[in-house]
């Protein structure tokens, strides 16, 4: 089934376009924030009170459960309360889940992992320089569309994973950073 016929493509705006005032105020969404919502680094996090007051209606604001699409390097991820409120500029797009049958954390496992969606996207990337999807290839990829209650269970299973193994590496550079300075002791 084709993207566009379950989700809506909002394409992030044009920072440069946004009035002085207003891009003092926001944070932009970064990849950074991408990854660390991806590796669920953020997932229990609550909504701080300064973001309770964002406009719901602004599709260039990131919201929490938002769906947030990356066409430099083509991962998807959902936002957390941490990056709540952060304006999502031209390099993302929002994608708005319109089926009840599509679960968020299976679209983002399809858009990451699929290696269907890989191939399609591999084809389908343009740019001389940088290879990058556009908004209108996005649209018309293909995917495979199980039950609902599969979809979840893969979701679920898939954002696990994704934060146990962010986790991992975290323990792992601290256990580096804890032996080197013990041999740094040592060889005083």
């Known amino acids: 089934m084709k993207l566009k016929k379950m989700v809506t493509v909002r394409v992030g705006r044009n920072i440069s376009r946004v009035n002085g005032i207003q891009n003092q105020l926001l944070e932009t969404y970064s990849y950074e ?3 660390n919502d991806l590796d669920g680094l953020y997932l229990d996090s609550k909504s701080s009170p300064s973001n309770e007051n964002i406009d719901k209606n602004n599709v260039h604001l990131s919201g929490v459960g938002d769906v947030v699409f990356s066409f430099v390097s083509s991962k998807a991820a959902i936002v957390s309360g941490k ?3 952060k304006i999502i500029n031209q390099n993302f797009a929002k994608l708005i889940i319109e089926q009840e049958q599509l679960d968020s954390g299976y679209l983002c496992y399809v858009l990451n992992e699929s290696h269907s969606m890989k ?5 389908s990337m343009q740019g001389s320089t940088i290879p990058k999807l556009t908004p209108a290839i996005l649209k018309t990829l293909d995917m495979k569309l199980p039950s609902i209650e599969k979809q979840q269970v893969i979701g679920k299973a898939y954002l696990t994973l ?4 962010a986790l991992a590496k975290k323990q792992a550079d601290m256990e580096e950073l804890f032996f080197l ?3 740094k002791k040592l060889d005083k």
């Open 33 to 35: 924030d991408l990854t």
């Open 83 to 85: 990056n709540t409120g």
């Open 119 to 123: 191939k399609q996207m591999a084809i």
């Open 162 to 165: 994704r934060k146990r193994l």
């Open 181 to 183: 300075e013990v041999l």
